[in-house]
């Protein structure tokens, strides 16, 4: 994959709003330790807000690491603050999900990346996923997670529409749309048809009832 490396440059970017972070509480282990929510793809102005949110609470960061599957342009260097973030990118032994801060007071985070057009609700529900204390779900299994509950949440609302507007077909619904539904064979509907019933001799074996309906 080719990677676009950005050299730093004089051209300032205006201030960015507080990074969107949310942080594992306690000191139960996990494979994340919290989610970050950008509101772009655009590192050079995404990593001074999230840099200098930890800088007071988890401790100054150093250098960062990407997968570049999801970022155009990967700087080497980001301006924070009174200190420079290095930035490296691995392809293949990252999660393409994941971002993974370093510090020098402690080791490292790893932050599940939440998609910048993530609807509001979907981020919420992958910031509570990501913090939860001791969770053995990787960034990939959470994303994969989400889509597949959006996926079918659009399905179920697709038919609740289908049934609300009466459909049509050949279902064996009882819908009050305009479309004809096919029965099933020995289930008739409506009221019973009137029976028009005679004997016919059958022989030494009696008499035979016949009735409309049954074969005449």
């Not at 392809?91 to 393409?96: I, L, R």
């Not at 001791?134 to 659009?154: C, Q, Y």
């Amino acid at each position: 994959m080719a990677v676009t490396i950005n050299r730093p440059t004089t051209d300032e970017h205006a201030p960015s709003p507080p990074a969107r972070l949310s942080l594992t509480p306690g000191t139960v282990p996990g494979l994340l330790d919290g989610a970050w929510w950008p509101r772009s793809r655009d590192l050079s102005r995404e990593l001074p807000a999230l840099a200098e949110r930890l800088d007071h609470s988890w401790g100054r960061v150093t250098r960062v690491t990407v997968n570049p599957t999801f970022w155009p342009v990967i700087p080497r260097k980001v301006p924070v603050a009174g200190h420079t973030v290095h930035v490296g990118w691995f392809d293949k032994e990252q999660d393409p999900h994941k971002l993974l801060l370093f510090s020098f007071t402690a080791d490292r985070l790893d932050l599940l990346i939440i998609p910048p057009e993530t609807d509001p609700a979907a981020a919420a529900r992958l910031m509570y996923a990501a913090t939860t204390p001791g969770s053995l779900l990787t960034a990939s299994r959470l994303m994969e997670d989400e889509r597949t509950a959006d996926d079918a949440t659009e399905s179920r609302n697709s038919e609740e529409e289908w049934e609300t507007e009466g459909g049509t077909g050949t279902g064996t619904g009882t819908g009050t749309g305009t479309g004809t539904a096919s029965l099933p064979a020995g289930n008739p509907t409506g009221p019973p048809l009137a029976r028009n019933c005679r004997e016919q001799p059958r022989g030494d074996r009696g008499r035979l009832r016949l009735c409309s309906g049954e074969g005449w």
